[in-house]
């Protein structure tokens, strides 16, 4: 048991012990079925607070054999399925929050050097027997253990792109820090599995991503793994009945978010709305102003006519492929407010390729917006 290798399952134990917790261990079906196949590498794309690292909590404490969570999972969808137990603490696995490297005081040119360190450090604690020590780059070190010993690893990397949203100026740090994914997982023999989470899509360079061997799942490319981030429906309506609360009002507050035609609720504000008990905006404790401030205000023919249309309930249609899955890159209005789709700020409609604002929590952010950057002229000609 370590801190990246095989870790223990406290977060997890933490989420589901909690007084509200949504099962989304279905997930887990998905994930067992390609292990070891070409579809085994996936990159999970939502906003903040959609999820994202809970799930990667419930595949580590999951697959490490680091832990036993047999308790955890005891009544949960996942044991339902007949590969529940055969990949139940089996693996190796190698869990990174890229965020905590920084957290702890990682210079951000620094930032690839330390990620291989504290992990190669892990690795040759305990399986040191099997490895040299001029080995000591980390694809060089995974390579080594599995010729010497057969040991494969399940990768799980949640927020794989934070370099990308608060170093957004570093472009030499992150073409590298692209190559380093690359190198790690690309048809690599030792990766069994490599779960990656973000909010951006995968960076492209061109029309082209140097990790085009994963298969993305993002607010703008829907597919049958929604149902696992933000809350369903469903699941709204079941704690709106334990909680007295009126689903009409959910609705109108914090839902307007449809991947693969399934309604998905922002599950951060639920949960704040039924353990406050009011309906208010709870976005901004996530999200700040400035940002939205920032990217509506971006000199773009049309941008503020497409804003202020939507805050008039007027749909405003986008092509979604042009944009760099960056936070710098933009050549027209377009880009823009994909990015906005993929930040939770816009709904997007894969059908009718249209955005729109989701519900009244955002909107509000906008309105504020809006107002503080002086638009009220600008708002009541429209």
Not at 322 to 351: C, Q, S, W
Request: charged share 25%.
């Amino acid at each position: 048991m370590g801190v990246y290798l095989n870790p223990d399952n406290p977060a997890f134990r933490k989420a589901v012990n909690s007084g509200i917790y949504v099962d989304k261990s279905g997930l887990i079906s998905y994930t067992n079925k390609v292990i070891n196949t070409q579809q085994r590498y996936i990159c999970m794309g939502r906003p903040e607070c959609f999820g994202k690292t809970m799930a990667a909590d419930m595949l580590a404490a999951y697959y490490s054999s680091g832990c036993s969570s047999e308790d955890l999972f005891d009544g949960l969808e996942i044991v339902k399925d007949h590969s529940y137990r055969k990949h139940l603490n089996r693996h190796n696995v190698i869990y990174l929050n890229m965020q905590h490297f920084f957290l702890r005081g990682t210079k951000i040119d620094n930032f690839i050097d330390d990620v291989q360190n504290a992990i190669t450090t892990e690795l040759k604690e305990a399986f040191g027997e099997n490895l040299k020590s001029e080995y000591d780059r980390l694809p060089m070190v995974f390579n080594r253990i599995f010729l010497r010993t057969g040991e494969r690893f399940v990768f799980i990397v949640d927020e794989w792109d934070y370099i990308f949203r608060f170093y957004k100026k570093h472009l030499n740090v992150q073409q590298d820090f692209m190559n380093f994914l690359c190198v790690l997982f690309k048809d690599q023999v030792y990766a069994e599995l490599v779960y990656m989470t973000g909010i951006l899509p995968v960076k492209k360079y061109g029309t082209h991503s140097s990790l085009n061997m994963f298969d993305e799942f993002t607010m703008v490319d829907q597919f049958y793994l929604d149902r696992f981030f933000g809350f369903t429906e469903t699941e709204v309506r079941r704690l709106c009945s334990q909680s007295k609360l009126p689903l009409s009002e959910m609705q109108q507050w914090y839902d307007g978010y449809v991947l693969d035609r399934i309604h998905i609720y922002n599950p951060k504000s639920v949960v704040s709305a039924v353990q406050s008990g009011q309906f208010k905006n709870y976005w901004a404790s996530v999200e700040d102003y400035e940002t939205l401030q920032f990217y509506v205000n971006l000199d773009f023919p049309g941008l503020k006519e497409a804003v202020t249309g939507m805050l008039g309930d007027v749909p405003c249609k986008i092509c979604p492929r042009t944009f760099l899955n960056d936070m710098i890159t933009f050549k027209r209005k377009d880009d823009v407010l994909t990015l906005l789709v993929h930040l939770g700020y816009l709904a997007f409609d894969e059908t009718a390729e249209e955005v729109y604002i989701p519900n009244r929590e955002i909107r509000n952010v906008f309105l504020e917006v809006a107002k503080v950057s002086g638009w009220e002229d600008f708002l009541c000609r429209q």
